[in-house]
Nanobody, 123 residues
Framework: QVQLVESGGGLVQAGGSLRLSCAAS????????MGWYRQAPGKQRELVAT???????NYADSVQGRFTISRDNAKNTVYLQMSSLKPEETAVYYC?????????????????WGQGTQVAVSS
């Protein structure tokens, strides 16, 4: 069983910063891509940023230059440093990871999601 647990959300004023963390635990063999997504009220979930196991990153155009995704492979953790936050970025932020597991000699690869962490940006 694999779990992703996010932390670091909260309330911040416009222009402020927050750092989100997401730690994966359980029967993990390999973690491939990791990423952050967000979902605002009444909107679809959207990609924020992703990072490969080798450290290559990809960002949504709207956050390029303001957000930084990173990971610590030894800790199975991915981070999202968010700066210059805007009120319209108020959303639930979700961690995602593509994880390979081996249980009783059976291997499997699938996407896992965290429970989400609320980020609220006040104007």
């Amino acid at each position: 069983q694999v779990q992703l647990v996010e932390s670091g959300g909260g309330l911040v004023q416009a222009g402020g910063s927050l750092r989100l963390s997401c730690a994966a635990s359980g029967s993990i063999f390999v973690i491939n891509d990791m990423g952050w997504y967000r979902q605002a009220p009444g909107k679809q979930r959207e990609l924020v940023a992703t990072i490969t196991s080798g450290g290559s990153t990809n960002y949504a155009d709207s956050v390029q230059g303001r957000f930084t995704i990173s990971r610590d492979n030894a800790k199975n953790t991915v981070y999202l440093q968010m700066s210059s936050l805007k009120p319209e970025e108020t959303a639930v932020y979700y961690c995602n990871a593509q994880i390979s597991t081996v249980v009783r000699a059976i291997s499997a690869v699938r996407d896992y999601w965290g429970q989400g962490t609320q980020v609220a940006v006040s104007s």
